[in-house]
């Protein structure tokens, strides 16, 4: 708590939030139930791609993490190039001026150390960057928290998700793999944990399965960061095999819920209820994890792509077939007891597929009990997460509340 004569502890978060990935704003909105409970007296504020959205839902003011509008939209002409050259200056002033005015800037989860899915260096990397430059540079503590990373191809990127782990004064990981990667790339993790990720922490709801409904989380999906040459290739490849699969569930008189974790998933979405054309076969409209984490809870099993998908169908009980585009799906799957269950996304094979979401519903029962058991123990592990995390940035209030637990009878 902070006395009436103290000044509250000022703390910004930071990423593509916002923007459109449920996944994102998850961990956002988990972080932020955290510092609600634990430190209800800080200021927040935040910094990021869709300051609107992010004002709107949650209630705390918001920055545009670019000065360019732009900044992610492909520039052809000279002007639009030169906008983006002049962004990345302004980016510079305006990340250091905003990081100034904190105590401490929270990066919630997310992906920000990976390329698993096609990435610019002079994108959201060298935005992370200038945020943990800026942080060392002027004194304010910048912590990772449960963040996901990945082995990075590209030198310029590779450079500049190394620096900004560097020069961070808190890191944890969503998964071992992601830790690993880090070492991998010449960063000392000898004091970094792995926890859960983040979206864990949000409420589930009650199980209201619905006899016979299968949710497919389908993807945008055209490969990773070093996949650019093939990715029409991969594309056209998975949407054909998951739209093979959900017509062969229609045929067998299945009802299919399709669901998407990014504004950019509509396509795929729209491409095969146009191939499939039958009512059994229907579309969410999610705008948070709790609308997915509905429409999980909902169902008898879950087949999915993207990765937060993934995490509301476990996090909900549901058993769940991971279309597997990185090692963190995997490890994600694994951690939880389906390991076996994954399927590779950049070859989709139908019949393959079939015959796997088979082996999984017949042990359904099981796996429930699994994923209740599993969801107990992710829970308490979140719970370290957010002490450790109390422990790094706001040793006040850590130290506070040691004393009142030693001062209690």
Known sequence: MTSAHETPVRVGVFGLLGSGNLGNDGSLEAVLGYLRAEHPQAAVDALCGGPEVVTARYGIPATRLHWYRGEYRTASRAGAVAAKGLGKLVDAVRTAAWVRRHDVVIVPGMGVLEATLPLRPWGFPYALFLLCASGRLLRTRVALVGVGAAPIGSRPTRALVRWSARLAAYRSYRDAPSRDAMRAMGVDTARDAVHPDLAFALPAPPARTSPGLVCVGVMDFHGGDDDRA?????????????????????????????????????????????AVDSPLVTAAEAGSLADLMEETAAAETVVATRYHNLVCALRTGTPTLALSYAAKSDALMAGMGLGAYCHPAREVDADRLLARFRALERRSAELRHTLAERNRDTARRLEDQFTALTAALFPAADRTRTHARQETP
């Open 230 to 274: 093939r990715a029409g290739e991969i594309h056209r490849r998975y949407l054909d095999g998951v739209t093979r699969f959900v017509r062969a569930l229609v045929e067998e008189g299945r009802p299919v819920r399709l669901l998407t974790g990014d504004a950019c998933d509509a396509a795929v979405v729209e491409a095969i209820l146009d």
